[in-house]
């Protein structure tokens, strides 16, 4: 199955020097992640050390190498959110979608919570954006209420 997929990435790259970005933004739009097995078919197909695919998806924020939910949920935690609560607000999504510490992406694919550094948003803290729609001066209840929407 792996194969049935890449190979047509494949041939549109296969002449290109260079192209292991564009690979990796092909396979993730592929499969809405890059799997260990495609990393490995492609290292393989075209004699480039796993570890150069691996060093590039791994230093790109844009790439993920495990699966993703259907909805993305960002959460800020810079610093005007962090002391505004973010704490409670992811404390409280997590509770919420029974997502257990250390785990990022809910069990059944529906809800992926990704924790960032700062979103620019500060006047509005805190801040989630859930699905590229902002959510700003967030209280873990006014996040509850928007959760049941999904």
Request: charged share 25%; with cysteine; hydrophobic share 35%.
């Amino acid at each position: 199955m792996i194969e049935q997929r890449c190979k047509p990435i494949l041939e549109k790259y296969y002449r290109e020097d260079g192209s292991i970005i564009s690979i990796l933004q092909d396979v993730q739009e592929e499969f809405g992640y890059i799997p260990e097995e495609a990393v490995f078919w492609f290292s393989d197909k075209l004699n480039i050390p796993a570890s150069n695919f691996y060093g590039v998806a791994t230093f790109y924020a844009q790439f993920h190498l495990r699966p993703r939910g259907k909805n993305l949920i960002t959460a800020c935690c810079g610093t005007a959110c962090h002391v505004k609560g973010a704490d409670a607000i992811i404390n409280r999504i997590r509770e919420e979608l029974a997502m257990p510490e250390g785990e990022d992406t809910t069990h059944d694919q529906k809800f992926t919570l990704e924790e960032v550094a700062c979103v620019g948003a500060c006047s509005i803290a805190p801040v989630v954006i859930i699905n590229k729609k902002v959510y700003g001066k967030g209280t873990p209840d006014k996040i509850s209420k928007i959760l049941k929407e999904f």
